[in-house]
T-cell receptor, first 117, second 112 residues
């Protein structure tokens, strides 16, 4: 099946710095990728939909200036957490959409655990 | 708003059946999914069921849907150590990936 690679898997940063997370579709082109966030013991929440060549669509309550999304190619979307603070510590996971005869399918990265000190 | 709830942990003896339960709030849910996440890997779609079905079986996996109670379960027969993972329940009203609502995941651990 299709593979989505997400890096880094774990990152620790100081408060005030920015962190970039990459999401790559390895063997297919993804015009649409999704970014999720999960707090401990909570649901995986959709943050934004990343569209190749256009602006991302953010879910209600997600600060677009805080979480910058760039989808400059058909195989790469990046999420940059700007001026990170401890409350941004969370598990972030991306997915990429692909199609087969059965319809739309999502393929997920392995996630990034962000810890902001 | 929509909500999907599931218990956080389940421990099962190897060879026994595992039953992972999930409840959802949106009665207009059309698609209900089970995803599996193994350590260090992404979520993988295990199976899904349409809301007009009440059961779906695929080898060791059985999905039961009680639409009246908005309750979904995943039964894994003859649980093996390779089944250790986090299992996410999810629902959506459409086939659009952007509209999928996930639960918190149930961590399944296997006892020898």
């Amino acid at each position: 099946g299709a593979v989505v690679s997400q890096h880094p898997s774990r990152v620790i940063c100081k408060s005030g710095t920015s962190v970039k997370i990459e999401c790559r579709s390895l063997d297919f082109q993804a015009t649409t990728m999704f970014w999720y966030r999960q707090f401990p013991k909570k649901s995986l929440m959709l943050m934004a939909t990343s569209n190749e060549g256009s602006k991302a669509t953010y879910e209600q309550g997600v600060e677009k200036d805080k979480f910058l999304i760039n989808h400059a190619s058909l195989t790469l979307s990046t999420l940059t957490v700007t001026s990170a603070h401890p409350e941004d510590s969370s598990f972030y996971i991306c997915s990429a959409r692909d199609w087969d005869p059965m319809g739309e399918k999502l393929f997920f990265g392995s996630g990034t655990q962000l810890s902001v000190l | 708003g929509e909500d999907v709830e599931q218990s956080l942990f389940l421990s099962v003896r190897e060879g026994d059946s595992s039953v992972i339960n999930c409840t959802y709030t949106d009665s207009s849910s059309t698609y209900l999914y089970w995803y599996k996440q193994e350590p260090g890997a992404g979520l993988q779609l295990l199976t899904y069921i349409f809301s007009n079905m009440d059961m779906k079986q695929d080898q060791r996996l059985t999905v039961l849907l009680n639409k009246k109670d908005k309750h979904l379960s995943l039964r894994i027969a003859d649980t093996q150590t390779g089944d250790s993972a986090i299992y996410f329940c999810a629902e959506s009203m459409s086939s659009s990936a952007s509209k999928i609502i996930f639960g918190s995941g149930t961590r399944l651990s296997i006892r020898p």
